[in-house]
């Protein structure tokens, strides 16, 4: 190995380990199931804890990529890591309906300014053929992250009585990371110009393609949110189990979302994309279907490993053939491709209000139901020849 390559390796160690932060988003499902039940908050109040995290991926993407463009991506991505470790300090100090609202928040916004610039930071590092196994990587540590979360929470409930000790856990890693970022030195390619607006990123929804992997992005993310607040409340609601133990539903479904997100690079590498998208929306929807009605523990179960592999690979296929359509429009189409994150903001209020109708988890997860549905109508879309720059 050369000293070069020695290098990169080393500057790369805190940018993996930042994309364990990046999966920290994801805590907010077995929060949210914590908070529900210490406040006795109805589904739909419930969830407007995710729905606060998910809304700033519409509000910051583009805003933090013209930040990018004054002060670099290792600055920015320090930022991110900042927001986060004051979202994790919050619950520690007050921990209300209201100061709750506030974290999330917080984390909402730290890691929609984390996902804009971590990614274009480690282009800085790596190029070529390598750099698409490289993010393929950090999105593996990044469910790491999502799928230990409630094992975490669960454990501190157990042994010491207080969930909340997840966040005292959690918070060890983005400090040592920015610690880590603020030492290193890395070179940064000049973005100034490439930053796209909003006018352009929003003029590019009158392109039908387009429009339609938006809304997949947003179904995706949805249906991801979704599972990660609902799976645990199906387990309590049809089985009688208590919390710490429902929680480990959600641990299940992120295994397998990164079981999936590794399988996946493989699995794309020898079959057609189009076929594997199919494959993957197909499973999606069956298996969401006979979660709704389901009350075997053993098919639950396989229900949410399914959709967890399901899911794990859907959002990089409908990243790229949005790019793959406008390769002369990359900046602009990836900035909006990332304001459909906050997909995850309508989607659990719609099945709070769902759930809450029916009284019934079966209400929540048909709403998830219609996201999958389409999402194979996506999938089975004619694919369009990409644009002419």
């Known amino acids: ?17 930042a994309f364990f932060v990046m999966g920290f988003v994801d805590l907010v499902g077995i929060a949210t199931n914590y908070v529900k039940v210490d406040f006795a908050l109805s589904d739909s109040t419930a969830n407007l804890l995710p729905s606060m995290v998910f809304l700033w991926f519409l509000i910051c993407s583009v805003p933090t990529g013209m930040l990018m463009n004054k002060i670099g991506r290792r600055k920015t991505v320090l930022i991110s890591l900042v927001l986060t470790i ?5 619950p520690m100090v007050s921990y209300s ?43 593996f540590v990044k469910a790491i992250a999502s799928f230990s979360a409630p094992i975490i929470a669960a454990w501190a409930a157990a042994y010491f009585g207080n969930w909340k000790y997840l966040y005292a856990v959690f918070i060890i890693f983005p400090v040592i990371v920015f610690i880590a970022l603020s030492l290193e030195k890395i070179k940064e390619e000049e973005t ?4 796209s607006t909003f006018t352009e990123c929003f003029s590019l929804l009158g392109d039908g393609v387009i429009l339609l992997c938006f809304l997949g992005i947003i179904c995706h993310v949805g249906v991801d949110v979704g599972v990660n607040v609902t799976a645990p409340k199906i387990l309590t609601e049809r089985l009688g189990f208590d919390l710490s133990k429902a929680g480990y539903a959600t641990s299940l479904y992120f295994l397998f979302r990164t079981i999936g997100s590794f399988l996946g690079a493989i699995i ?7 076929k594997f998208f199919i494959f993957s929306a197909v499973l999606l929807a069956a298996a969401m279907a006979v979660l709704a009605f389901a009350h075997a523990q053993w098919i639950i179960y396989v229900c949410i490993a399914a959709l967890g592999f399901a899911n794990s690979n859907i959002f990089s296929m409908i990243f790229s053939r949005a790019l793959l359509h406008k390769p002369e429009k990359k900046n602009e189409v990836s900035g909006l491709m990332i304001m459909g994150v906050f997909g995850g903001t309508g989607f659990p209020l719609l099945m709070g209000f769902a759930s809450d109708a029916v009284k ?3 209400g929540a997860v048909l709403v998830m139901l219609v996201g999958a549905a389409y999402l194979i109508f996506l999938a089975a879309g004619k694919e369009k020849k990409a644009s002419k720059a």
């Open 97 to 139: 309906f209201a100061s709750m609202m506030l974290s999330f928040a917080f984390l909402g916004i730290g890691n929609a300014v984390l996902q804009v610039s971590l990614n274009p930071l480690v282009s800085a590092l790596v190029t070529g053929e390598k750099l698409a196994s490289t993010l393929t990587f950090g999105q």
């Open 86 to 90: 004051v979202a994790l300090i919050i």
């Open 192 to 195: 100034t110009g490439k930053v």
């Open 1 to 17: 190995m050369s000293e070069k390559q020695s290098s990169v390796i080393v500057k790369l160690i805190p940018i993996m380990a």
């Open 268 to 274: 794309l590498a020898r079959m057609a994309m189009k």
């Open 360 to 362: 019934a988890q079966s």
